[in-house]
């Protein structure tokens, strides 16, 4: 069994917007590359800036 401490299920909406912006605001501060892209899917195609951090090698 896997114990989490610091563990807390968010399920109001309102909170789990403002958490998925505070990640977003990490990350993107985080990166030391922008670079513009874009990704295709079945139906569409999303084009965008890509904020890249080298050390955990993960474009968000």
């Known amino acids: 069994?896997?114990?989490y401490v610091n563990?807390?299920?968010v399920s109001d909406g309102k909170?789990?917007?403002r958490f998925?912006?505070?990640m977003k605001r990490i990350l993107t501060?985080?990166?030391d590359r922008v670079v513009d892209?874009?990704?295709g899917f079945q139906g569409g195609?999303?084009?965008?800036?890509?904020y890249w951090?080298?050390?955990l090698q993960i474009g968000t």
Do not use: C, T
């Open 53 to 55: 951090i080298s050390d």
């Open 7 to 9: 563990l807390r299920i």
């Open 20 to 22: 998925q912006e505070r």
């Open 29 to 31: 501060e985080r990166a």
């Open 15 to 17: 909170e789990i917007e």
């Open 37 to 39: 892209g874009g990704a």
């Open 1 to 3: 069994m896997i114990e």
């Open 45 to 50: 195609e999303e084009k965008g800036k890509i």
